[in-house]
T-cell receptor, first 113, second 111 residues
């Protein structure tokens, strides 16, 4: 069985501050992990993915995430927040033999000017 | 490149009316296809997925159904809508151990 938990349904940061969105996973098999971003009334857009290669993964828009097996975490970070980063962020997990994704409940990011 | 389309973009339907949402994918063959529902302020709920024509797996018992009449076409239907069917419906395509790509979504309001 697989699942992800996103800690903090709402996160607020000041423009220019560090963004840290937390995701912990549970998986009985080696996981593949993903972060998606959703802007209002739009579909989800892939930010980055971990598929058992490098543990530090760089994505679009300056985001990156680090896979830490010992902590079962895959937290999303960005050094400096922009106003355009305000959106809903979802963490997801699947297995290398899986057809299904398991999504977290999402974290709403607010950027304060 | 692959693209995924959904229509309509928005829909307002009365309780008890039928529903048909369509999703099509271009630029790939034999994709896995998925229907998700997103209720206001909540995460994604997987409704159905399909690994091939005519193969549908249902994740949540409800008054919705799905069909895959062609390789790159996925349809979500209901014979009689309920108020609780309101939400944002997302179609996605993907492959085993591969990322999923999402369509633009359909906003359904049942009145």
């Amino acid at each position: 069985a697989q699942s992800v938990t996103q800690l903090g349904s709402h996160v607020s940061v000041s423009e220019g501050a560090l963004v840290l969105l937390r995701c912990n996973y549970s998986s009985s098999v080696p996981p593949y992990l993903f972060w998606y971003v959703q802007y209002p009334n739009q579909g989800l857009q892939l930010l980055l993915k971990y598929t058992s290669a490098a543990t530090l993964v760089k994505g679009i828009n300056g985001f990156e995430a680090e896979f830490k097996k010992s902590e079962t975490s895959f937290h999303l970070t960005k050094p400096s927040a922009h106003m355009s980063d305000a959106a809903e962020y979802f963490c997801a997990v699947t297995a290398n033999t899986g057809n299904q994704f398991y999504f977290g409940t999402g974290t709403s990011l607010t950027v304060i000017p | 490149s692959q693209t995924i389309h959904q229509w309509p973009a928005t829909l307002v339907q009365p309780v008890g009316s039928p529903l048909s949402l369509e999703c099509t994918v271009e630029g790939t063959s034999n994709p896995n296809l998925y229907w998700y529902r997103q209720a206001a302020g909540r995460g994604l709920q997987l409704l159905f997925y399909s690994v091939g024509i005519g193969q549908i797996s249902s994740e949540v018992p409800q008054n919705l159904s799905a069909s895959r009449p062609q390789d790159r076409q996925f349809i979500l239907s209901s014979k009689k809508l309920l108020l609780s069917d309101s939400g944002f419906y997302l179609c996605a395509w993907g492959r085993v151990s591969y990322e999923q790509y999402f369509g633009p979504g359909t906003r359904l309001t049942v009145t």
